[in-house]
Nanobody, 126 residues
């Protein structure tokens, strides 16, 4: 089992940047595919980005491609989401999630992730 704690959220103006971090407990972090999801106000949770266990593969939602970058540091048990050129529509609670993986693979569906963090709020003002 893995426990996840997000940090780095906050209030930023449109066009600005934020970097979210997600720290994972346990010694097998490198065995997990990691993902970032978000829940905008009044909407369902949606996929944002995912990275494979070794970091060689990534996948992004179309709405964030070219602006967000997911990365991971397995030595620090941490996954990151660098968010640039933020827009008001990026306002949401951001969650990281983990799914055990036996090979380099990415996952973009909520049901594929059994482990979730508590979320961190990102607010982008216009």
């Amino acid at each position: 089992q893995v426990q996840l704690v997000e940090s780095g959220g906050g209030l930023v103006q449109a066009g600005g940047s934020l970097r979210l971090s997600c720290a994972a407990s346990g010694r097998t972090f490198s065995s997990y595919t990691m993902g970032w999801f978000r829940r905008p106000p009044g909407k369902e949770r949606e996929f944002v980005a995912t990275v494979s266990r070794g970091g060689s593969r990534t996948n992004y939602a179309d709405s964030v491609k070219g602006r967000f970058t997911i990365s991971r540091d397995n030595a620090k048990n941490t996954v990151y989401l660098q968010m640039n050129s933020l827009k008001p529509e990026d306002t949401a609670i951001y969650y990281c999630a983990a799914a055990a993986a036996t090979y380099e693979t990415t996952r973009s569906r909520e049901y594929e992730y059994p482990y979730w963090g508590q979320g961190t709020q990102v607010t982008v003002s216009s």
